[in-house]
């Protein structure tokens, strides 16, 4: 998503188990596509719409409602493009019966949401669970069911209570986990017994990138050559804020399975982005540098969640900084998702910073000593999009989630956000065992 507007959209996701047919010819910006029809799809194929808590609630003190990071964050001038803010946003605190009622109409069967963690909590442990948020929610989850659309309820999505970063920096320091862990069983004590697709974090690697690399989101901490901000450090509070976050997840998962899951028979996962990349040159180098490119973006995230480490192309350069995980901590986390959200835009071209000069930060662990781009001799990868570094290449969403089904043993994975930012919806989960396709519906 762009960084510095406050953009209100739904974006599409499927979760599919089904072979279609389609071609494509991303560099042509051609797009061949055959008509799809709702009843051509089976009882058990999930077509939906998702959003996140702040880009669309608004009611920002509303009912109880405590002050949030991004709430802190868009009303200082200059954070936001024209200083807007979500105070407002879709208004769908006010207005989401009405927003179930076109939701349904459309045909969805599945809506996934964030909870504002200040709606729920608003001092985080350091204060009560607020009635006015758990109802608010109650009543999204009702209303759903009743209209016979499934939640898909994402614990958090980049929003907190700002009193957790002005006490002990949030995600930065390990005492967040602990947080994060009490509003994980709030979630399930509150909502668990009509929720049955929970993922606990959205995205980790993004939140780090924009709010720790390059410092567009709060707490707005960067450094050279990623930012100029009066703090932080881009090479190392990376590491530690998804560190915090993973392992944050882990006992998440472990309180949900041990206390919950039997009762409740849910399933819990987590969230990752992920592009897809493929080599710049046709050099070792540079196919090598894609397998970097990967794993320190999407596996970063879930290689810990699968295996219990970090993966091991990170290993191999890695600095002191890179945490370890303790035992304890390994037994908890390998193998602490049920299913992968996979959250996907575009591909793009990687290059080797570790043989060959990079500029914009290549040079760096933290990149993974790789330099990313969507323009090779002057063609661009795929049609531009309005967003920067996102284009459409319809070939990149069969890649990355093949490449994501071979890494993590085919394992269930619901694509939960897709690039649908100009005419295309590109998305497809399937076994391993099945050609993963594209759907223009467009």
Not at 25 to 43: L, T
Not at 91 to 120: C, K, M, P
Not at 130 to 158: A, M
Not at 171 to 198: H, I, N
């Amino acid at each position: 998503m762009p960084v510095n507007d406050i953009i209100h959209v739904s974006l599409m996701f499927f979760v599919v188990y089904l072979l279609v047919s389609s071609t494509s010819n991303a560099e042509g910006f051609e797009i061949e596509s055959q008509d799809v029809r709702r009843f051509e799809f089976p009882d058990n194929f999930l077509f939906g719409t998702a959003v996140s808590s702040y880009q669309v609630e608004g009611g920002y003190l509303e009912d109880g409602k405590g002050l949030s990071n991004w709430d802190v964050f868009t009303h200082i001038p200059g954070n936001i493009k024209n200083n807007e803010n979500g105070d407002d946003a879709d208004d769908d605190y006010h207005l989401f019966l009405e927003d179930a009622e076109i939701a349904q109409s459309l045909g969805v069967n599945a809506y996934r949401f964030s909870i504002s963690w200040a709606r729920i909590l608003p001092r985080g442990r350091f204060g009560e669970v607020n009635p006015g948020g758990i109802k608010f929610y109650n009543k999204i989850i009702d209303n759903l069911l009743l209209r016979g659309i499934e939640p898909f309820l994402t614990i958090h999505h980049f929003d907190l209570p700002q009193e957790l970063e002005d006490r002990y920096g949030a995600w930065l320091s390990p005492l967040m986990q602990d947080d994060f862990l009490l509003l994980a069983e709030t979630c399930f004590k509150s909502f668990g017994d009509r929720v049955k697709y929970w993922t606990t974090i959205n995205e980790p690697n993004v939140f780090a990138e924009m709010s720790y690399v390059r410092g567009l989101y709060p707490p707005a901490h960067c450094s050279p050559p990623f930012g100029n901000c009066s703090v932080g450090n881009a090479d190392i509070e990376p590491l530690i804020v998804v560190h915090n976050m993973l392992l944050a997840h882990g006992k998440a998962v472990k309180l949900y399975r041990e206390r919950f899951q039997s009762k409740q028979g849910g399933s819990i996962g987590l969230v990752v982005q992920s592009h897809m990349y493929e080599p710049l040159r046709d050099v070792e180098s540079d196919r090598q540098a894609v397998n970097r490119a990967l794993a320190f973006t999407g596996g970063w995230v879930l290689d810990p969640l699968v295996f219990g480490d970090y993966p091991p192309e990170m290993r191999q350069y890695h600095r002191s900084e890179l945490p370890r995980f303790s035992s304890e901590e390994t037994e908890y986390m390998k193998g602490s998702i049920d299913f992968i959200g996979l959250n996907h835009y575009s591909t793009l071209y990687a290059k080797d910073c570790i043989h060959s000069p990079c500029v914009l930060g290549g040079d760096h662990f933290i990149r993974g000593f790789t330099f990313t781009t969507g323009e090779r001799d002057g063609t661009l990868i795929g049609e531009p999009t309005g967003v920067e570094r996102f284009y459409v290449v319809p070939r990149g969403m069969e890649k990355i989630v093949d490449h994501v089904s071979k890494r993590y043993n085919n394992m269930p994975i619901y694509v939960t956000e897709n690039g649908k930012l100009q005419s295309y919806i590109l998305s497809m989960a399937v076994p391993l065992n099945l050609e993963i396709t594209v759907l223009n519906l467009g």
